[in-house]
């Protein structure tokens, strides 16, 4: 019973055997076939992918769940290649006002400009700045500067008077329109307008360290030839020390003013003590112009 059992088992293992062997692949079939797909599979460089990804897009559940900001594009700034400009339209629409205000400003203060509005003022042609006026018996330059809020000076010059005599029926014409000074320490210049329009550019000296006092002041009192009361001591008109030179224009704030200079090479420099200085010859012309109770505005 032992031999014949053995036999059976050694039967049954070759059987199996038999079966595992016709199920096991050629060796030399299978190498051909994969020398075959050799041809066929990628190289390694063909699976690289290439640096300029092109960037995730946000979908609207990023936008909700995320907390991703949408981007917000005017149609206005797109570019012609479709790239949206970093300058929104207020920004570029800012721009261009600020460009056309520093166009505007540099038209008005031109020197063609400045000459013609300048002639303009002493035209004996009535305009919508000035009045004709019949002089009539009691009338003085003085009341009719007063009365209409320009100088004696200025009706002189317009007219032609070479005296302050006037007669009944004596035709006349006065600037009407308000003066107003602006001065900007920044350029060291003094910018005199008549009703808003730009008629005269002047160069001056402000403060030392830019101690000229910025802001809105008026002129309240009017002196030719001043004597400078300066500390410790009085120096009279004509004085080689007196720095006031021929004419003085006082603010409303005290000890500040448009006046002279024995200084003429600091015109165009920070050199006072915070006073306005101008040229003598040019400051008698403006001092000529400008009423009391003229607004000065002083910037940096």
Not at 54 to 81: C, F, L, R, W, Y
Not at 210 to 217: A, I, L, R, W
Not at 218 to 223: E, G, R, V
Not at 231 to 257: H, Q, V
Request: hydrophobic share 35%; aromatic share 6%.
């Amino acid at each position: 019973m032992a031999v014949t059992g053995f036999a059976a088992e050694n039967a049954a293992q070759e059987a199996t055997d038999k079966t595992l062997a016709g199920l096991e692949p050629n060796k030399s079939s299978a190498a051909a076939e994969v020398k075959r797909a050799d041809k066929d599979v990628f190289k390694e460089d063909d699976f690289l992918v290439s640096e300029n990804k092109p960037a995730p897009i946000a979908t609207v559940s990023d936008v909700e769940t995320k907390g991703i900001e949408a981007p917000t594009v005017n149609a206005e700034t797109i570019q012609p290649d479709g790239v949206a400009s970093k300058l929104s339209s207020g920004t570029l629409a800012e721009k261009g006002s600020k460009a056309l205000k520093k166009s505007e400003i540099s038209s008005e203060l031109s020197p063609a400009g400045l000459q013609k509005r300048w002639k303009k003022l002493f035209s004996k042609e009535i305009d919508a700045d000035s009045i004709a006026y019949t002089v009539k018996p009691g009338d003085s330059l003085y009341v009719l500067a007063r009365k209409n809020h320009t100088t004696v000076d200025f009706i002189k010059k317009i007219n032609g008077l070479k005296s302050d005599n006037l007669y009944p029926r004596m035709k006349l014409k006065i600037h009407t329109a308000p003066f107003s000074i602006k001065i900007d320490k920044s350029k060291n210049v003094l910018i005199l307008y008549s009703n808003g329009e730009a008629v005269k550019k002047y160069s001056v000296a402000t403060g030392k360290k830019n101690c000229t006092p910025e802001g809105e002041f008026k002129i309240t009192d009017k002196l030719i030839s001043p004597t400078w009361f300066k500390t410790g001591a009085i120096l009279p008109p004509g004085s080689p020390e007196n720095a006031l030179g021929t004419r003085w224009m006082g603010f409303d704030k005290p000890s500040y003013g448009i006046h002279g200079t024995i200084e003429p090479k600091s015109i165009g420099t920070q050199a006072s003590e915070g006073c306005i200085r101008m040229l003598n010859e040019e400051v008698e012309e403006l001092y000529s112009l400008v009423p009391v109770g003229t607004k000065v505005t002083i910037q940096g």
